[in-house]
């Protein structure tokens, strides 16, 4: 007697498959789902629909775009959900820390953080980043005035790292940046599980590969063991986080948090802040460049609200079109373009079978690009933020439910002042001959990297 028979009749009406490629293997290997992944995603979408049942390796795996069932994950059944199998690969840099966790050993390390983020604490901190970005806007006169052109994707990853820096370890990042700029651009490629061999063996055969690894993870816990150190000595801020998380005590352990935990929460708020708000930057002048149309609305928004003066947080509700130059940007290039969840359980998303163990990945780079839902999904139009949102999760470029962006309230502060100030400054435009393109590493990068000529506007 096969399964089949031995199935009670609901059952097997029940377990109805989603739809997806026949025989399923899309990906005969990992590897060939990194060379053109954004596009098959989309591909997929259009294809199939808003969930496509699919094998990446061996790995049974669930695509879902269609909001109710993005919700369905994150939000109305996430306790199903585990940070799963490809979060694993995210714990070689990130360690054991917020991002990688789940359950109350995730509850414990959020909670301690959580504080820094609160909307009052990054009013008063808006200061600092208006600082940090008058501090690169001033080194940008002498590129300007010798028209030479500037790294754009650089600058923004050191602006963003010395905004985290000051704001949450009470140092400026920016001082370690040449050791950690590296290790960074090794890690985004290194996290991402591709199948190939160098990453399959095992940890102890001594390839060049592997030596990198370990080489970058020890300059990485070097950094964050210094800034640990300074505190313990007394010589860092009482109002950081790393002071916080030494006077912590752990909610599963009821002890205090080891270094090696400090250092993992450290190196998560570090790598997922200052990448993501780097990318967000770099994409938006990248499309203010492209646009002007657009540039020229966002100027005279901002002369009119703002003159020459520096914005302050309190300014932002009254520059709206701003706001929706970043939404537009973080729709059309959304700096986490999807991220994984493993089913606990076996669980129903749509009417489809979801069998315990297997994988559901949320690629928002697929769901912000939906013809089904955008108007010419591929152009950059602010126009269309103009209206309140109607579903939440057709756009979440911060993710949702309880696991939604920690960081959320700070990037967006950060993005509207740095975007505000540039264009009250300067005038940027892409020099010729440097093509861009959305490179999907743990972030989407602009690859190569975005060259700009920047001219003074006043
Ligand atoms: C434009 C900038 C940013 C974008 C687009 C972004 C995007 C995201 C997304 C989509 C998630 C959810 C991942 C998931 O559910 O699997 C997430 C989580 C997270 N983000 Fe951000 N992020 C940004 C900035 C930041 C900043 C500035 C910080 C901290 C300084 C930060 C720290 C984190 C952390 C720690 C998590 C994990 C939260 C948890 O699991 O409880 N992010 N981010």
């Known amino acids: 007697m096969t399964n089949d028979q031995e199935s009670p009749v609901e059952e097997r009406t029940v377990r109805r498959l989603a739809p997806g490629p026949s025989g399923s293997v899309l990906f005969g290997a990992l590897s060939s789902f990194k060379k053109d992944t954004l596009k098959l995603l989309v591909e997929l979408q259009r294809r199939y629909g808003g969930i496509v049942r699919t094998k990446m390796g061996p790995y049974l795996v669930h695509q879902i775009t269609e909001p109710e069932h993005v919700k369905h994950v994150l939000q109305d059944n ?3 959900y585990s940070r799963g199998r490809f979060y694993q690969g995210f714990k070689l840099f990130f360690g054991h820390g917020m991002l990688t966790t789940d359950g109350p050993e995730w509850k414990t390390r959020r909670a301690v953080s959580q504080p820094f983020f609160h909307r009052a604490k990054l009013r008063a901190g808006a200061p600092t980043i208006t600082d940090t970005v008058n501090e690169l806007l001033d080194s940008w006169a002498d590129p300007a005035a010798r ?5 754009i994707t650089d600058d923004m990853m050191r602006l963003a790292m010395g905004v985290l820096g000051r704001l949450l370890y009470g140092v400026d990042l920016r001082d370690y940046a040449e050791r950690l700029l590296p290790a960074v651009r090794f890690s985004l490629k290194a996290m991402i599980l ?3 061999v160098k990453q399959m063996l095992p940890r102890w055969v001594p390839t060049r590969y592997q030596r990198q690894l370990k080489h970058y993870q020890r300059v990485l816990n070097g950094v964050m063991d210094e800034i640990i150190e300074l505190h313990r000595r007394g010589e860092g801020s009482d109002d950081s986080v790393v002071t916080a998380l030494l ?3 752990h909610d599963v352990t009821g002890k205090p948090f080891t270094n090696t935990q400090i250092r993992a929460e450290l190196k998560t708020l570090f790598l997922a802040g200052h990448e993501t708000t780097g990318c967000a930057l770099t994409w938006t002048l990248y499309a203010l460049a492209q646009h002007a149309d657009v540039r020229r609305a966002l100027e005279r928004e901002l002369t009119e609200v703002l003159g020459e003066r520096v914005p302050t947080a309190d300014d932002l509700p009254n520059l709206p079109y701003l706001r929706q130059v970043v939404d537009e940007s973080l729709r059309l290039y959304p700096p986490i373009w999807l991220f994984p969840r493993d089913a606990i359980s076996d669980d129903e998303i749509g009417g489809y079978h979801v069998p315990a163990g297997s994988t559901v990945l949320i690629p928002l780079y697929a769901a912000h690009h939906n013809a089904a839902t955008w108007e010419s999904p591929e152009a ?14 057709d756009y979440f470029p911060f993710g949702g439910g309880a696991r939604k962006c920690i960081g959320m309230d700070l990037a967006l502060l950060e993005i509207q002042l740095t975007v505000a100030m540039v264009a009250q400054r300067y005038r940027l435009s892409l020099v010729a001959g440097h093509p861009v393109t959305p490179g999907a590493l743990v972030s989407l990068r602009p690859l190569p990297s975005v060259l700009m000529s920047i001219r003074r506007r006043h």
């Not at 028209?147 to 790294?151: L, N, R």
């Open 78 to 80: 996430s306790r199903n």
């Open 380 to 393: 950059f139009d602010p126009n269309r933020f103009c209206a309140a949102r109607r579903d939440r999760y």
């Open 147 to 151: 028209d030479e052109p500037v790294d």
């Open 247 to 249: 006077n912590a005590t």
């Open 194 to 196: 591709t199948g190939e």
